[in-house]
């Protein structure tokens, strides 16, 4: 399964960056995790939200918000 964001024409390496460089300090260490899981191994937010023993609608509120700050930081 290939995350929706990668189907654009933003790569992975400008995704990777981005999560490990722009969520630094402002989330967790655990939210860096999860929107990696999400964003490049492209797990379900069922399957992450098993692995970090959350809901589904938490994992969602965590990737929402994330995904925000993001993008905002990835040109295009």
Same mark, same amino acid.
Not at 11 to 35: K, N, P, T, V
Not at 62 to 72: E, G, P, S, V
């Given at each position: 399964?290939?995350? =929706?964001?990668?189907? %654009? =024409?933003?790569? +992975? #390496?400008?995704? !990777? %960056?981005?999560?490990?460089?722009?969520?630094? /300090?402002?989330?967790? !260490? +655990?939210? @860096?995790?999860?929107?990696? =899981? #999400?964003?490049? @191994? /492209?797990?379900?937010? !069922?399957?992450?939200?098993?692995?970090? =023993?959350? #809901?589904? @609608?938490q *994992? /969602?509120? *965590?990737?929402?918000?994330?995904?925000?700050?993001?993008?905002? %930081?990835?040109p /295009?």
């Open positions: 399964m290939v995350p =929706d964001v990668l189907k %654009h =024409d933003v790569s +992975r #390496s400008q995704i !990777e %960056h981005a999560i490990f460089e722009w969520l630094i /300090g402002d989330r967790s !260490e +655990r939210d @860096r995790c999860i929107m990696y =899981d #999400s964003l490049i @191994r /492209g797990l379900t937010y !069922e399957q992450i939200a098993e692995k970090y =023993d959350m #809901s589904v @609608r *994992i /969602g509120s *965590i990737i929402r918000r994330c995904r925000n700050q993001i993008f905002k %930081h990835i /295009g």
